[in-house]
């Protein structure tokens, strides 16, 4: 039985596969990547695979019994590239895919759950075997900031209290192992978020705790917050999407309490102050 990783070469792929290794051989996973080469390090085969070329995907695909689809980040090209590759999976015979969707995608009100949503209807429209791991936030979209919070003094965001059930990409990837080599996952949607909630006022009281300094959450509108991330260079459309997925985490729609993650995995979710530890090391 092979399982094919798309994405492999990307964070979240990277560690599904090391995990991956962990529970199957590696002559049964098969990475599904852009560039074969930058896949050498992974100690499995690597086949080219490029979501924008669809003519090339179904052979890619010879031969794999079940597939995570990790979801491209080509954000506004998804939904055709996750449909190339859903119709080459058919083609090529796949029995089942698991695909990387977001939290509670079809209630979203982040700019990013239409594409999700796009891509869960075509796979359920396959006929193909399926499962949607509706990934939470990565705590280190917050984390990332670490650094400049500290340089600037203050943690910036427009999240307002809005609760955040995160959790790190290595929680994430292990679900989706636990998903592929365990059974009866057929036809479920799983909503994966952190235990534990918190807001980036929590966040940012965590990091003062840890570093020993004061950095208070500043919270701003969510024009000026976009403002701000454009004047460190951030371009423009990627400042404002994430300007506007803060106000979505200000809705509640980073929020869930399901702990099917933590269920998933057999253990509690990584700790917020876990991952501010690591965030820290990396920034010293
Ligand atoms: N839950 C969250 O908080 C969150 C945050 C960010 C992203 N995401 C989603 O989760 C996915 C995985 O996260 P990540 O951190 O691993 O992201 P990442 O490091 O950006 O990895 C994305 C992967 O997608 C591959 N890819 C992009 N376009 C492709 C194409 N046209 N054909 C084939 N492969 C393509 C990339 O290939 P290369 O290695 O060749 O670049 C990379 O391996 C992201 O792509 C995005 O959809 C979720």
Request: proline fraction near 2%; aromatic fraction near 6%.
């Given at each position: 039985?092979?399982?094919?990783?798309?994405?492999?070469?990307?964070?979240?792929?990277?560690?599904?596969v090391?995990?991956l290794?962990?529970?199957?051989?590696?002559?049964?996973?098969?990475?599904?990547?852009?560039?074969?080469?930058?896949?050498?390090?992974?100690?499995?085969?690597?086949?080219?695979?490029d979501y924008?070329?669809?003519?090339?995907?179904?052979?890619?695909?010879?031969?794999?019994?079940?597939l995570?689809?990790?979801?491209?980040?080509?954000?506004?090209?998804r939904?055709?590239?996750?449909?190339?590759?859903?119709?080459?999976?058919?083609?090529?015979?796949v029995?089942?895919?698991?695909?990387?969707?977001?939290?509670?995608?079809?209630?979203?009100?982040?700019?990013?759950?239409?594409?999700?949503?796009?891509?869960?209807?075509?796979?359920?429209?396959?006929?193909?075997?399926?499962?949607?791991?509706?990934?939470?936030?990565?705590?280190e979209?917050?984390?990332?900031?670490?650094?400049?919070?500290?340089?600037g003094?203050?943690?910036?965001?427009?999240?307002?209290?809005g609760?955040?059930?995160?959790?790190?990409?290595?929680?994430?990837?292990?679900?989706?192992?636990?998903?592929?080599?365990?059974?009866?996952?057929?036809g479920?949607?799983?909503?994966?978020?952190?235990?534990?909630?918190?807001?980036?006022?929590?966040?940012?009281?965590?990091?003062?705790?840890?570093s020993?300094?004061?950095?208070?959450?500043?919270?701003?509108?969510?024009?000026?917050?976009?403002?701000?991330?454009?004047?460190?260079?951030?371009?423009?459309?990627?400042?404002?999407?994430?300007?506007?997925?803060?106000?979505?985490?200000?809705?509640?729609?980073?929020?869930?309490?399901?702990?099917?993650?933590?269920?998933?995995?057999?253990?509690?979710?990584?700790?917020?102050?876990?991952?501010?530890?690591?965030?820290?090391?990396?920034?010293?």
């Amino acid at each position: 039985m092979k399982i094919g990783v798309t994405g492999a070469t990307g964070h979240l792929g990277r560690i599904v596969v090391e995990k991956l290794k962990e529970k199957v051989t590696s002559d049964s996973i098969v990475a599904l990547v852009r560039s074969p080469q930058k896949a050498s390090d992974l100690g499995v085969e690597a086949r080219e695979f490029d979501y924008t070329r669809p003519e090339s995907l179904a052979n890619a695909l010879k031969g794999i019994d079940n597939l995570l689809l990790i979801s491209g980040n080509e954000i506004g090209q998804r939904a055709i590239q996750h449909k190339n590759v859903i119709d080459a999976a058919k083609k090529a015979g796949v029995k089942w895919i698991v695909y990387t969707s977001l939290l509670h995608a079809d209630t979203s009100s982040l700019s990013l759950a239409d594409e999700h949503c796009i891509t869960e209807a075509a796979l359920k429209e396959s006929g193909i075997q399926y499962t949607l791991l509706r990934n939470g936030w990565y705590t280190e979209n917050y984390t990332g900031s670490v650094q400049g919070a500290l340089a600037g003094g203050a943690f910036t965001g427009s999240a307002g209290d809005g609760k955040i059930s995160s959790a790190p990409r290595a929680d994430y990837a292990e679900a989706a192992v636990a998903v592929l080599t365990g059974g009866g996952h057929h036809g479920k949607i799983y909503e994966l978020s952190g235990d534990e909630s918190y807001t980036l006022t929590d966040l940012a009281a965590e990091l003062s705790r840890q570093s020993g300094k004061n950095i208070p959450y500043k919270n701003l509108p969510e024009n000026e917050y976009a403002d701000l991330l454009k004047s460190f260079g951030v371009p423009e459309g990627f400042a404002c999407a994430i300007a506007g997925w803060d106000t979505s985490a200000s809705k509640g729609d980073l929020f869930d309490n399901s702990r099917q993650l933590s269920k998933l995995i057999g253990r509690p979710t990584t700790s917020l102050a876990s991952v501010v530890k690591d965030a820290l090391k990396g920034s010293e």
